[in-house]
């Protein structure tokens, strides 16, 4: 299975940026898209930001459109979430995952690292 590890979460103010990076320990890293999902404490894990196999197509949820950006390398074995203008509201978990089905459906992704904490504070 492929194995992913995110890192560059963080404890951050209202309005700073932060860029999330996972690593996956994966030959065919290219063979699938990736995801980014959240889950804050006592909600449901929702969707983020997601991008097609090659990159060439991104999806991101309505709220963060405009502030969040993700994007790969493939020669890496890296996805990024390059996030700003972060909000309170933005506090979570993140969590990167690896799938080959509907973006926005969490079923669809079969590999997930083990998240890392995001903080905004006002």
């Known amino acids: 299975q492929v194995q992913l590890v995110e890192s560059g979460g963080g404890l951050v103010q209202a309005g700073d940026s932060l860029r999330l990076s996972c690593a996956a320990s994966?030959?065919?890293?290219?063979?699938?898209?990736m995801g980014w999902f959240r889950q804050a404490p006592g909600k449901e894990r929702e969707f983020v930001a997601a991008?097609?196999?090659?990159?060439?197509?991104?999806y991101y949820k309505d709220s963060v459109k405009g502030r969040f950006t993700i994007s790969r390398d493939n020669a890496k074995g890296t996805v990024y979430l390059q996030m700003s203008n972060l909000k309170p509201e933005d506090t979570a978990v993140y969590y990167c995952?690896?799938?080959?089905?509907?973006?926005?459906?969490?079923?669809?992704?079969?590999?997930w690292g083990q998240g890392t904490q995001v903080t905004v504070s006002s």
């Open positions: 994966e030959r065919y890293f290219w063979n699938y898209h």
């Open positions: 995952a690896a799938g080959r089905g509907l973006y926005f459906n969490p079923i669809s992704y079969r590999h």
């Open positions: 991008i097609s196999l090659s990159g060439d197509s991104t």
